[in-house]
């Protein structure tokens, strides 16, 4: 599977921003996906994860209510909607995916997913 993040930028603290990645050559439709994120000098973290159903979902708890994980196993693409941005949330995003035979699993450890998109930068100024 190959991931390609997209939809990075500069949004001001409240705003919103919609992330993207856009899968290929894998089974995209059997794999749970996430959204960790990566600040300067700060390991990567956890943000958001989703079954490959889409039906169960978790989330970092800095982020509950204000982002929204998402896929269209249509278009072999998952989503991030960035909502009430705030300056703590600027990091660079990378998505990731974790190909597995358990529909509502929905994985949060870095290590337990196997592939990664390159990573798209996200700038909250206040």
């Known amino acids: 599977v190959q991931l390609q993040a997209s939809g990075g930028g500069l949004v001001q603290a409240g705003g919103s921003l919609r992330l993207s990645c856009a899968a290929s050559?894998?089974?995209?439709?059997?794999?749970?996906m996430g959204w960790f994120r990566q600040a300067p000098g700060k390991e990567r973290d956890f943000v958001a994860a989703i079954s490959w159903n889409g039906g169960n979902t978790r989330y970092a708890d800095s982020v509950k209510g204000r982002f929204t994980i998402s896929r269209d196993n249509n278009k072999d693409t998952m989503y991030l909607q960035i909502d009430s941005a705030k300056p703590e949330d600027t990091a660079v995003y990378y998505c990731a995916a974790r190909p597995s035979l358990n529909v509502n699993w929905v994985p949060t450890i870095t290590d337990t997913f196997g592939y990664w998109g390159q990573g798209t930068q996200v700038t909250v100024s206040s």
């Open positions: 050559g894998g089974a995209f439709s059997r794999a749970a």
